[in-house]
């Protein structure tokens, strides 16, 4: 989803706003295959997560880390 949205942080924050919606639950999905794990465009999901409690909206998060070698 992450990925989908950080173009529209403001549009986001703006609609939870006009709302009244005070929480927002996202997830970010990486898919492993000996690559790297780290959070692509983790600088932007951070800004996001600034504003929006800036807002008085709290971020929830989900990591989902899929790995096909267990």
């Known amino acids: ?3 989908d949205y950080q173009d529209n942080q403001d549009l986001i924050i703006d609609f939870c706003r006009n709302k ?9 999905a990486e898919y492993y295959w000996g690559g790297d794990i780290r959070i692509k465009n983790d600088e ?3 800004a996001f997560i600034e504003k ?3 807002a008085g ?3 929830w998060g989900v990591y989902y880390f899929w790995d096909n070698n267990y």
């Not at 009244?20 to 970010?28: A, G, K, L, P, R």
Request: cysteine-free.
């Open 1 to 3: 989803m992450w990925r």
């Open 20 to 28: 009244s919606i005070n929480e927002i639950y996202t997830y970010v």
């Open 52 to 54: 929006a409690n800036a």
């Open 44 to 46: 932007a999901l951070a």
């Open 57 to 59: 909206i709290k971020v």
